[in-house]
C-alpha cells in the first residue's frame, strides 16, 4: 500500500520525539504492539505516554493528510479512500486505550492528564474532518463512485465517508468551519467537566447505617458487602451503602426500612446537582453550543441535526415511535402501582407510594403474584456460570468457542482475557476481554468497545479485541459474585454488543462491527438477552454456588411466568429519558433551567409521579458525557422494535435453530454496515420491522 511508505516516513520524522522519554522507558504507543494479536501492553503504559504520543499521532496524520492531497493522479478508491482507513495508526493506538482508561480506569494522574489531551484529541479530529483539500477528493470520488468499476461495498464506503464528512462540517464555508471548530473545542471542555464532576459525585457519597436493624430485608451478601465497604472507610463495626449499582439497587429493592431507601433514591437522583460538582450549569452551557453547533451546519434544531444521520431521519419520527411505546407503558404503570398500593394499605402503611417505594414493593408484587423472590434465584448466577451460559450459547448459535489467556497483557488483576477461536477449526477469531467489578476510578455502568476494530490495516487484515465493563455484584469473603437478574440481562446484552465486532466479516474497519447507524446497533446487543433466561440454556448453566444443583424446574417457571412483570415502569423510565433528551435537543437553551426543564418534560409527556427519568440530567452521561447518543438515546427502544420482530422468528424455528442462527449470524452479526441496515433486517425478517412486536414483547398487547 502506498499509506505504509507514508507512514514510515512519517515516523522517522518522529523519531526526534521518541528519543525524548527516559532512556529505560519506551513508549509503548509510538511502534506497533508486539503481541501477536495486537492487545496492548498494559504493564507497559504510563500517563505519561499519552501526550508525547498523542501529539506523534497528530504529527503522523497530517503527513499522511498531505500525502493524499499532493498527489496528482486523478482521485480513487486505492489513493484517496483506502489510505483513510489506517490515516494514523500512532493515534489509532493511543486513543483506543486513552478513551478505555477515560471510563474505566481514571485515576487522578490520568484525568489530570485527560484535561490536556481531549483538546488535542479534537485538534486531530478538526485535523482531517475540515480539510477542504483531502474532502474534495473525497467527493471527487464520491461523484464518480458509480463509473469507477467499485464493489458494492467500496461504493458504500465512499458514501460513508463522503456524509461523514459533510456532517463533521467539511463542506463549510472558512468562517463557518472556524464557528465549528470553537464550539467543538468548547463542548469537549465540558463533557472533561460534565464527566469528573459525575465520578467525584458517585464516589463522595455515601449513607453510613449504624443500628443493624435498619438492614433488615437486605440479602446476607448486600450487608457483607456493606459492611467490607465501612471498613475500607474506616468506619469498621459499621455498613455504607455508596450510589454504584450493585449497592444502591438491593437497597431500594430489599431494605424494610422507607427511610434508608429514600435517603438512596434522593442521593442518586440528585447527584451531581449541588457543591462542587454541580452540573446543572455545564448542561446549560453544553445546550446553548449544541443549538449553535446546529445552526452552523444549517439545522434548525440539534436533534434535527442528529436525527438526520440515522435511520429515525427526523426528532418528530423518533417521538412518535416513543409515544407509542410511551402511552401503553404508562397505563400499565398505574396498575403496577395499584398492586403496590394495594399491599401497603393490607400491611397498615399510611402512606402513599413515592419514587423510593417503586423497587421495594415491586418485589413484594411479584413474591405475592408469582411467589418469585429474586433472592432465591441469585444463588444460581454467579458471575462464573452465567458466563459459562453466555458461551455455551455463542457456540451453539454461532460456533465459536472461549479459551482463557491467563498470561495475555491486561489493565486490572481483575480483568479475564479470552482467545475467541472457531469451535470446529480452532482457528482465531478475537480476543475478548472482561471488566466487571465496580471501583473509584470507573464510571457507572456497562459498556462494550475495542481496542483493535477488524477490518484492513496498514500490515494486512487483523481480527477484533473486544471488551465488555461492567459494574456487577462483587464477590465477598464469603460468596462468589452473585449476579441480581438485571446484571445478568447486562452480561448478555454487552456481550451481544461484543458479537457483532467479534464475528465481522466487513472488510473495512469503517464498515466493520458496531460501526453502524446508532439506531441499529442496539438490536445485536438486546436480542442476545432473550437467551439469558431460556430453559433449554437455564437448565446448562445455572447451578447453586454452594450445592451445585440445577436450578429447578419451578424456579424457571416463576422466572419465565414474571418476565412481562413491571414492564410499565422499565419502559415508562426509559421512554421517559428518551423523551427528555429529544426535548434537550430541541431547545435552544437560552434562558433554561435544568430542574424546572425537566419538569415541564415530565408534565407534557405524562410522565407517572411515581417514577422518575431513567436517568435525570446531571448524571445522564448517554446525552451530556459526550456526543454519543445525544437526540439518539431512543434508539434503545427503536432497536427493541427490530429485535423484538427478529426474535420471533428464532421463536417460531427454536431459539437454538441452526438454520436461523446461522442466518442471523451471515445476515446480521457478520456484515457491520456493507449494507443499508433496513435492507438487511427485511433479507433476515423477510417484512419490514414491526412495532407491534414490542408492544407483545413487553407485554401490553397479545
Given at each position: 500500500?502506498?499509506?505504509?511508505?507514508t507512514?514510515?516516513?512519517?515516523?522517522?520524522?518522529?523519531?526526534?520525539?521518541s528519543?525524548?522519554?527516559a532512556?529505560?522507558?519506551?513508549?509503548?504507543?509510538?511502534?506497533p504492539?508486539q503481541?501477536?494479536?495486537?492487545?496492548?501492553p498494559f504493564?507497559?503504559?504510563?500517563?505519561?505516554?499519552f501526550?508525547?504520543?498523542?501529539?506523534?499521532?497528530?504529527e503522523?496524520?497530517k503527513?499522511?493528510?498531505?500525502a493524499?492531497?499532493?498527489?496528482?493522479?486523478?482521485?480513487d478508491?486505492?489513493?484517496?479512500?483506502?489510505?483513510?482507513?489506517?490515516?494514523?495508526?500512532?493515534?489509532?493506538?493511543v486513543?483506543?486505550?486513552?478513551?478505555?482508561y477515560?471510563?474505566?480506569?481514571?485515576?487522578?494522574?490520568?484525568?489530570q492528564?485527560?484535561?490536556e489531551a481531549i483538546?488535542?484529541?479534537?485538534?486531530?479530529?478538526?485535523?482531517?474532518?475540515?480539510?477542504?483539500?483531502?474532502?474534495?477528493?473525497?467527493?471527487a470520488?464520491?461523484?464518480r463512485?458509480?463509473?469507477?468499476?467499485?464493489?458494492p461495498?467500496?461504493?458504500?464506503?465512499?458514501?460513508?465517508y463522503?456524509?461523514?464528512?459533510?456532517?463533521?462540517?467539511a463542506?463549510?464555508p472558512?468562517?463557518?468551519?472556524k464557528?465549528?471548530?470553537?464550539?467543538?473545542?468548547?463542548?469537549?471542555?465540558?463533557?472533561?467537566?460534565?464527566?469528573?464532576n459525575?465520578?467525584?459525585?458517585?464516589?463522595?457519597f455515601?449513607?453510613t447505617?449504624?443500628?443493624?436493624?435498619?438492614?433488615?430485608?437486605?440479602?446476607?451478601?448486600?450487608?457483607e458487602m456493606?459492611q467490607e465497604?465501612?471498613?475500607?472507610k474506616?468506619?469498621?463495626?459499621?455498613?455504607?451503602?455508596?450510589?454504584h449499582?450493585?449497592?444502591?439497587?438491593?437497597?431500594?429493592?430489599?431494605?424494610?426500612?422507607?427511610?434508608?431507601?429514600e435517603?438512596?433514591?434522593?442521593?442518586?437522583?440528585?447527584?451531581?446537582s449541588y457543591?462542587?460538582?454541580?452540573?446543572?450549569?455545564v448542561?446549560?452551557?453544553?445546550v446553548?453550543?449544541?443549538?449553535?453547533?446546529?445552526?452552523i451546519?444549517?439545522?434548525?434544531n440539534?436533534?434535527?441535526m442528529?436525527?438526520?444521520r440515522?435511520?429515525?431521519?427526523?426528532p418528530?419520527a423518533?417521538?412518535n415511535l416513543?409515544?407509542?411505546?410511551?402511552?401503553?407503558?404508562?397505563?400499565?404503570?398505574?396498575?403496577e402501582?395499584?398492586?403496590m398500593?394495594?399491599?401497603?394499605?393490607?400491611?397498615?402503611?399510611?402512606?402513599?407510594?413515592?419514587?423510593w417505594?417503586?423497587?421495594?414493593?415491586?418485589?413484594?408484587?411479584?413474591?405475592?403474584?408469582?411467589?418469585?423472590d429474586?433472592?432465591?434465584?441469585?444463588p444460581y448466577?454467579?458471575?462464573?456460570?452465567?458466563l459459562?451460559?453466555l458461551?455455551?450459547?455463542?457456540?451453539?448459535?454461532?460456533?465459536?468457542?472461549?479459551v482463557?489467556?491467563p498470561d495475555?497483557?491486561?489493565?486490572?488483576?481483575?480483568v479475564?482475557?479470552?482467545?475467541?477461536v472457531?469451535?470446529?477449526?480452532?482457528?482465531?477469531?478475537?480476543?475478548?476481554?472482561t471488566?466487571?467489578?465496580?471501583?473509584?476510578?470507573?464510571?457507572?455502568?456497562a459498556w462494550m468497545?475495542?481496542?483493535q476494530s477488524?477490518?484492513?490495516?496498514?500490515?494486512?487484515?487483523?481480527?477484533?479485541?473486544v471488551?465488555?465493563?461492567?459494574?456487577?455484584?462483587k464477590?465477598?469473603?464469603?460468596?462468589?459474585?452473585?449476579?441480581?437478574?438485571?446484571?445478568?440481562?447486562?452480561?448478555?446484552?454487552?456481550?451481544?454488543h461484543a458479537?457483532?465486532?467479534?464475528?465481522?466479516?466487513?472488510?473495512?474497519?469503517?464498515?466493520?462491527?458496531?460501526?453502524?447507524?446508532?439506531?441499529?446497533v442496539?438490536?445485536?446487543?438486546q436480542?442476545?438477552e432473550?437467551?439469558?433466561?431460556?430453559p433449554?440454556?437455564?437448565k446448562?448453566y445455572?447451578?447453586?454456588?454452594?450445592t451445585?444443583e440445577t436450578?429447578p424446574d419451578?424456579?424457571i417457571?416463576?422466572?419465565?411466568?414474571?418476565?412481562?412483570?413491571?414492564?410499565?415502569?422499565?419502559?415508562?423510565?426509559?421512554?421517559?429519558?428518551?423523551?427528555l433528551?429529544?426535548?434537550?435537543?430541541?431547545?435552544?437553551?437560552?434562558?433554561?433551567n435544568?430542574?424546572?426543564?425537566?419538569v415541564?418534560?415530565?408534565e407534557k409527556?405524562?410522565?407517572?409521579?411515581?417514577?422518575?427519568?431513567?436517568y435525570?440530567s446531571?448524571y445522564f452521561?448517554?446525552?451530556?458525557?459526550?456526543?454519543?447518543?445525544?437526540?439518539?438515546?431512543?434508539?434503545?427502544?427503536?432497536?427493541q422494535?427490530?429485535?423484538?420482530?427478529?426474535?420471533?422468528l428464532?421463536e417460531?424455528n427454536?431459539i437454538?435453530?441452526?438454520?436461523?442462527?446461522?442466518?442471523?449470524?451471515?445476515t446480521?452479526l457478520?456484515?457491520g454496515?456493507?449494507?443499508?441496515?433496513m435492507?438487511?433486517?427485511?433479507?433476515?425478517r423477510g417484512?419490514?420491522?414491526?412495532?407491534?412486536?414490542?408492544?407483545?414483547?413487553?407485554?401490553f398487547?397479545?
Open positions: 500500500m502506498k499509506l505504509l511508505k507512514a514510515c516516513a512519517a515516523l522517522c520524522c518522529l523519531a526526534t520525539i528519543t525524548t522519554m532512556e529505560d522507558h519506551q513508549n509503548p504507543f509510538l511502534s504492539y503481541d501477536k494479536y495486537g492487545i496492548p504493564d507497559k503504559i504510563q500517563v505519561a505516554d501526550i508525547p504520543a498523542i501529539k506523534a499521532g497528530i503522523q496524520q503527513q499522511n493528510i498531505w493524499i492531497t499532493v498527489n496528482r493522479a486523478v482521485p478508491f486505492d489513493n484517496t479512500i483506502l489510505p483513510l482507513e489506517n490515516i494514523s495508526p500512532i493515534l489509532d493506538r486513543a483506543q486505550v486513552f478513551y478505555h477515560d471510563g474505566a480506569l481514571s485515576t487522578d494522574e490520568f484525568a492528564m485527560a484535561e483538546p488535542l484529541l479534537n485538534e486531530a479530529s478538526n485535523q482531517i474532518n475540515l480539510d477542504e483539500q483531502l474532502f474534495n477528493r473525497i467527493k470520488v464520491y461523484d463512485r458509480n463509473e469507477m468499476g467499485l464493489n461495498v467500496q461504493i458504500r464506503v465512499v458514501e460513508k463522503y456524509r461523514e464528512f459533510a456532517e463533521q462540517g463542506a463549510l472558512e468562517d463557518k468551519k464557528e465549528l471548530i470553537k464550539v467543538n473545542d468548547e463542548l469537549s471542555k465540558l463533557f472533561i467537566q460534565y464527566n469528573k459525575l465520578l467525584n459525585a458517585t464516589n463522595n455515601f449513607v447505617v449504624y443500628d443493624p436493624a435498619d438492614l433488615a430485608g437486605l440479602p446476607e451478601s448486600s450487608v456493606a465497604e465501612a471498613k475500607a474506616g468506619l469498621d463495626g459499621l455498613w455504607v451503602f455508596t450510589l449499582a450493585p449497592s444502591r439497587l438491593p437497597v431500594l429493592q430489599y431494605a424494610q426500612n422507607r427511610g434508608l431507601r435517603a438512596i433514591y434522593k442521593g442518586y437522583t440528585s447527584l451531581a457543591g462542587d460538582n454541580n452540573n446543572y450549569p448542561i446549560e452551557q453544553i446553548k453550543l449544541r443549538a449553535q453547533k446546529a445552526k451546519m444549517g439545522f434548525d440539534f436533534a434535527q442528529m436525527t438526520s440515522v435511520m429515525a431521519k427526523t418528530e423518533a417521538t416513543l409515544l407509542q411505546v410511551f402511552e401503553p407503558a404508562v397505563k400499565r404503570s398505574h396498575e402501582v395499584a398492586d398500593q394495594a399491599i401497603v394499605n393490607e400491611e397498615g402503611g399510611n402512606f402513599k407510594i413515592a419514587p417505594d417503586y423497587y421495594y414493593y415491586a418485589e413484594k408484587v411479584k413474591k405475592k403474584k408469582y411467589d418469585l429474586e433472592s432465591e434465584v441469585r448466577f454467579s458471575l462464573e456460570n452465567v459459562n451460559g458461551f455455551t450459547a455463542a457456540e451453539k448459535l454461532y460456533g465459536i468457542k472461549m482463557e489467556m495475555a497483557p491486561k489493565w486490572m488483576d481483575e479475564t482475557v479470552y482467545e475467541v472457531d469451535a470446529n477449526t480452532g482457528d482465531h477469531v478475537a480476543v475478548f476481554m471488566d466487571y467489578f465496580p471501583r473509584a476510578t470507573k464510571r457507572q455502568g468497545e475495542q481496542m477488524s477490518g484492513l490495516y496498514e500490515d494486512g487484515n487483523r481480527r477484533p479485541i471488551y465488555n465493563i461492567g459494574n456487577f455484584t464477590p465477598t469473603a464469603t460468596t462468589p459474585a452473585l449476579l441480581t437478574i438485571d446484571e445478568v440481562e447486562t452480561t448478555f446484552h454487552e456481550f451481544g458479537l457483532q465486532a467479534i464475528l465481522s466479516q466487513a472488510p473495512y474497519r469503517s464498515i466493520a462491527g458496531t460501526n453502524v447507524d446508532r439506531d441499529y442496539e438490536m445485536c446487543s436480542i442476545n432473550h437467551w439469558a433466561f431460556a433449554e440454556l437455564l446448562t445455572a447451578k447453586h454456588y454452594k451445585g436450578i419451578e424456579l417457571e416463576k422466572l419465565n411466568n414474571s418476565s412481562k412483570f413491571n414492564q410499565g415502569f422499565v419502559t415508562t423510565e426509559l421512554a421517559g429519558a428518551a423523551l433528551d429529544l426535548e434537550w435537543g430541541q431547545t435552544d437553551g437560552e434562558g433554561v435544568v430542574p424546572e426543564f425537566e415541564k418534560v415530565a409527556i405524562g410522565m407517572p409521579e411515581e417514577i422518575t427519568y431513567r435525570r446531571p452521561k448517554h446525552i451530556f458525557g459526550d456526543d454519543g447518543y445525544a437526540s439518539g438515546y431512543y434508539t434503545y427502544l427503536w432497536s422494535v427490530l429485535e423484538a420482530d427478529a426474535f420471533e428464532f417460531e427454536g437454538f435453530d441452526p438454520a436461523t442462527a446461522t442466518k442471523f449470524k451471515t446480521i457478520e456484515t454496515d456493507t449494507e443499508d441496515p435492507v438487511l433486517f427485511e433479507r433476515f417484512h419490514k420491522p414491526n412495532p407491534e412486536a414490542l408492544l407483545r414483547l413487553r407485554g398487547k397479545d
